[in-house]
């Protein structure tokens, strides 16, 4: 993960995003409201992608094909899109984590092993 962040670091000095004054409370502020404004954009994308595969899988349903055919082949019909849609959410999630500095790799085992201890209390 380190090296994906790293990457998308680069990525956006290559691009010229992020190149807003630091030093300015407002402009951070400004900041990660538009990023989080893009960020539930994007999830609210691949809501619309399970939208569409549900929608599929009804039409494919009614022309006979079994729930699981209909459901894998409308699957399949959303693969490439959805990919696209799950790659921007990351983008994004990088993004934040990069301007935090999070390692996000540690932040998301450190959460699992959370997971796992609450989930063993009960
Ligand atoms: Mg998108």
Do not use: P, W
């Amino acid at each position: 993960m380190e090296k994906l962040q790293n990457y998308y670091r680069s990525f956006e000095t290559e691009m010229g995003y992020n190149r807003f004054d630091k030093n300015s409370f407002k402009a951070n502020q400004t900041f990660l409201l538009y990023i989080h404004m893009l960020l539930t954009t994007e999830v609210a994308e691949v809501a619309e992608e399970f939208r569409s595969m549900f929608d599929l899988s009804e039409k494919y349903l009614s022309e006979g094909y079994t729930d699981i055919e209909a459901m894998e082949m409308a699957k399949e019909s959303i693969r490439e899109d959805l990919g696209k849609e799950l790659a921007d959410c990351l983008a994004y999630l990088l993004k934040l984590a990069n301007h935090f500095e999070y390692d996000l790799e540690t932040e998301l085992y450190s959460k699992l092993e959370e997971i796992k201890a609450t989930r063993k209390r009960y």
